[in-house]
């Protein structure tokens, strides 16, 4: 069973600091990686979509990277801002047609 | 303007009262799902429909009906609510690239919905 850890559970930062939020996953057999942002009691705003025969995406400050083989994927935001702040959450999508999400990093840039 | 709405954004209800959530996608994708989401255990997926009337299980099926008759809408509907069914509810609709192993989802607003 596909499983989705997101490393950290949480994280607060200065603003202005580039930072690294972290996406593992079980199971190699995915169309498809998406990170979302989620602010409190709304819905997801896709930010990234990687194919799985990709490894990187870029949109503005954020960068996502996926290693398929080890199955990790990463996503970087340069110069943080207080307007970041909100729950970032990964999800995959398995050939078994679901999307499986990880609980999310709760991100808190402070000014 | 390409979206999923869900109606109603928020209910109260109480035990026993059948409720249906509507969701509308107007992408003309074929698949469509619905998740809930809870604290500490995160998104779930309830139910998904690869097209018009066919429906099949997620991971958390139990006490949730759904149906599919047309491609645009895909209902969720609760028999018989309990409280443990209070959870913040999201349709979703994805868009599947023939060919291209991709397949993007787009979510909802949500339905926060309360069962006293």
């Known amino acids: 069973k596909q499983e989705v850890t997101q490393i950290p559970a949480a994280l607060s930062v200065p603003e202005g600091e580039n930072l690294v939020l972290n996406c593992s996953f079980t199971d190699s057999a995915i169309y498809n990686l998406q990170w979302f942002r989620q602010d409190p009691g709304k819905g997801l705003t896709s930010l990234l979509l990687?194919?799985?025969?990709?490894r990187e995406q870029t949109s503005g400050r954020l960068n996502a990277s996926l290693d398929k083989s080890s199955g990790r994927s990463t996503l970087y935001i340069a110069a943080s801002q207080p307007g970041d702040s909100a729950t970032y959450l990964c999800a995959v999508f398995e050939y078994g047609n679901k999307l499986v999400f990880g609980a999310g990093t709760i991100l808190r840039v402070k000014s | 303007e390409a979206q999923v709405t869900q109606n109603p954004r928020y209910l109260i209800t109480v035990t026993g009262k059948k409720l249906t959530v509507t969701c509308s996608q107007n992408?003309?994708?074929?698949?469509m799902s619905w998740y809930r989401q809870d604290p500490g255990l995160g998104l779930r997926q309830i139910y998904y429909s690869m097209n018009v009337e066919v429906t099949d299980k997620g991971d958390v099926p139990e006490g949730y009906k759904v149906s599919r008759k047309e491609k645009r809408n895909f209902p969720l509907i609760l028999e018989s609510p309990s409280p443990n069914q209070t959870s913040l509810y999201f349709c979703?609709?994805?868009?599947?690239?023939?060919?291209?192993?991709?397949?993007?989802?787009?979510f909802g607003p949500g339905t926060r919905l309360t069962v006293l």
């Open positions: 992408m003309n994708h074929e698949y």
């Open positions: 990687i194919q799985s025969s990709q």
């Open positions: 979703a609709s994805t868009h599947r690239w023939a060919g291209a192993n991709y397949n993007e989802q787009f």
